[in-house]
């Protein structure tokens, strides 16, 4: 985790066994996830919130971030299908159909915004806001989700795994059934803990 950068940034370095059967190009060891948390802060490289940034500058500013300066060693950069960088006329004229629903900031002076059609539970590291727990009052009512108290404070897809694997857990144990808590822990590979050393 990098909380002290400019944009609170949340990262998992992760090779298998999440991604084991997932086939990639042959010169890709593993996926970076980068979460940004802060979006209104300045960057350290292009002085700008992710909100003003492009693409490129992104990947500039989430390296910098984390101190991995080996740009090489990324093949890419993917925001996902539910996060684009678009032209606000571009988010006007698809606001009937493809871009339906999708929610946005304001653009930048170029005339471009990032937009979502996902709305995220997104608590920055400071706030100490735990998220909702995987149990609930009502006995046959479990949650999971990113939106979820877990030991990862930032929504990920690995923080959205590892909640289902707590309320897994839940509903084994509201059964009187056994589950391998070990499951419930975040992996941590090697290739994570040399990036927490850099």
Known sequence: MFLASPWAIVTVLEATPLWEGVPMPRRVAGVLSATISRFDSPG??????????????????????????????????????????????????????????????????????????????IFSPESGIKGAPVTTSHPDLFLAGEFTGTAMKI?????????????????????????DQSRCIPPVSGLVRRLLRI
């Open 44 to 121: 350290i490289i292009h002085c700008k919130p992710f909100s003003d940034c492009n693409e490129d500058e992104v990947l500039d500013e989430v390296l910098a971030q984390i101190a991995l300066s080996d740009r090489g060693a990324i093949i890419g950069m993917h925001a996902g299908t539910l996060l684009s960088r678009l032209s606000a006329a571009e988010l006007a004229d698809g606001a009937s159909g493809v871009f339906r629903g999708w929610e946005a900031g304001a653009a930048d002076s170029s005339g471009h915004l990032w937009a979502t059609s996902a709305a995220l539970s």
């Open 155 to 179: 929504p990920t897809m690995e923080k959205a795994n590892q909640a289902g694997k707590l309320c897994a857990a839940a509903v084994l144990a509201s059964l009187g059934l056994q589950y």
